[in-house]
């Protein structure tokens, strides 16, 4: 079975998962795509906040009325506490009221946030597929070598750090030390250059002497390495190895090394080719906090949502492929700072922001609890569910899984912060006209 078939990266089945990849085939960074897509869902569900606020506004006015009638009823069946609710239900019944109604934004909010948050499960799923899958094909493309490309560049190399490394000076008090870098240039373009005309011959005016040493010294340590890659089985490789005497043992340990070097450069450089940064954030699609840049296995799509990646038949693995972007890229203890992902910017302002929106709310647009003292305070834990808990339920969400997540969480408070902002002024001066509107009557 082939790797690629054990991967496949489908589209999301989830419609937001697929929304949101649509939209990032036309935008320049997956946090844009985030914050374009948070913007118009925000403004698609704007209705219905407004219609929210407006039932709420209503629903309050409703009861400031019919308090003196509510406590008229209190007196007079506060002894028939059964009898007192039947009545109170019916005289709210007469004004359309409903004891609950405040409950409605925060079940819409609660589903709405449920939603989102399994398109971006899936979308976190299928992105982390792509880079997978991208990594893989360099893998497999280098591991084949179709045209020895990579295995004569790491006889290059070889060559290049077995003669540079001879090149040394001796400092005032006559100890070693690392030769100018001038020096150092110099013979490496020599050195390229012999393997670049590939005759043997370095031929320059005055300078008839050169045999071309370095390019004989590349064919040779080539064809070592190239042998043994082009062998099928890992026993032909191993008794292959172990045939060569100590000099070519040499030689061929260290263009493999150099192969090998190369081969982790290539699959790191695949991996942050296709990973998505935005800001300080360094992948998108891992959280915004001191976690590692690239997932283990067991945090593949972010968060441990899913089943761990399957092992090819082959036998590569889903860390042998980004093992090398895991020893670059991720941190090598908990306070290693530079290494995180992130810094718990995103996480923290938005439950910041959600909390601030939410009491600034409800303090400039107050409700009147409705019904009997138990219905009174189940109202009230509700409000104080809405205004405390809620942010900080929302904001492990961002905390826990992809930064991607946390700049949607962000901005859906930022944008809705906005709208709660404008609709109250609206309001305050519809009220103030109102009621200079009801002085000038009353004057006349």
């Known amino acids: 079975m082939d790797f690629m078939m054990l991967l496949a990266a489908a589209l999301p089945d989830n419609l937001i998962g697929k929304w949101l990849v649509q939209l990032s085939d036309n935008l320049p960074s997956f946090g844009v795509t985030v914050i374009v897509f948070t913007i118009i869902v925000r403004l ?10 407006i039932s709420q506004r209503k629903q309050s006015k409703a009861m400031r009325r019919l308090q003196p009638k509510l406590a008229k009823l209190q007196k007079q069946y506060a002894n ?20 609950f109604a405040s409950c409605l934004p925060l079940i ?5 946030f449920f939603v989102v948050f399994a398109g971006f499960r899936d979308l976190v799923a299928y992105q982390n597929e ?28 070889w060559v290049i750090e077995a003669e540079t490394g001879k090149l040394v000076s001796a400092d005032e008090n006559g100890q070693a030390v690392d030769a100018p870098q001038e020096e150092v240039d110099a013979l490496t373009a020599e050195i390229l250059k012999q393997i670049a005309d ?34 099928a089985s890992v026993g032909e490789k191993n008794g292959y190895e172990a045939g060569l005497s100590e000099e070519n043992k040499a030689i061929f340990s260290g263009v493999k090394a150099c192969f090998d070097a190369n081969k982790d450069a290539m699959l790191i450089a695949a991996y942050e080719e296709h990973m998505e940064s935005f800001l ?16 283990s296995v067991s945090e593949f799509v972010g968060g441990k949502i899913q089943a761990q990646m399957p092992e090819a038949a082959a ?3 889903y860390d042998e492929l980004t093992g090398p972007a895991q020893a670059a890229l991720n941190k090598t203890s908990t306070w290693d700072v530079s290494k995180w992902n992130g810094y718990f910017v995103l996480p923290v302002i938005s439950i910041v922001l959600s909390f601030l929106s939410t009491w600034f709310t409800q303090k400039m647009s107050p409700s009147s609890p409705m019904g009997d003292e138990k219905q009174q ?23 826990m899984y992809s930064a991607a997540f946390a700049i949607y969480y962000f901005m859906s408070n930022l944008v809705s912060t906005l709208i709660n902002v404008i609709y109250i002024i609206i309001v305050k001066i519809t009220d103030n006209k109102a009621q200079a509107k009801e002085l000038v009557e009353i004057d006349e």
């Open 44 to 53: 698609i569900l704007s209705p219905l906040d407004i219609w929210q606020k």
């Open 80 to 99: 028939q506490p059964q009898l007192l609710r039947q009545k109170q239900a019916e005289l709210q019944k007469q004004e359309k009221l409903h004891p």
């Open 108 to 112: 819409v909010t609660m589903v709405i």
């Open 130 to 157: 792509v880079i997978i899958e991208n990594v893989y094909t360099a893998y497999t493309e280098y591991d084949e070598d179709a045209d020895n490309l990579y295995a004569m560049q790491a006889a290059g190399d």
């Open 198 to 231: 590939g005759s043997g011959a370095y031929l320059t005016p005055g300078d008839e002497g050169n045999t071309g040493a370095y390019y004989e010294q590349y064919s040779a340590a080539f064809e070592l390495f190239d042998t043994w890659h082009s062998l």
């Open 280 to 295: 300080w954030i360094k992948n998108v699609f891992m959280p915004d906090t001191g976690s590692n840049v690239v997932p």
């Open 315 to 317: 036998g590569v693995s």
């Open 377 to 399: 305070k189940s109202q009230q834990r509700t409000m104080k569910i809405l205004t405390y808990i809620m942010p900080l339920i929302m904001g492990l969400f961002a905390i």
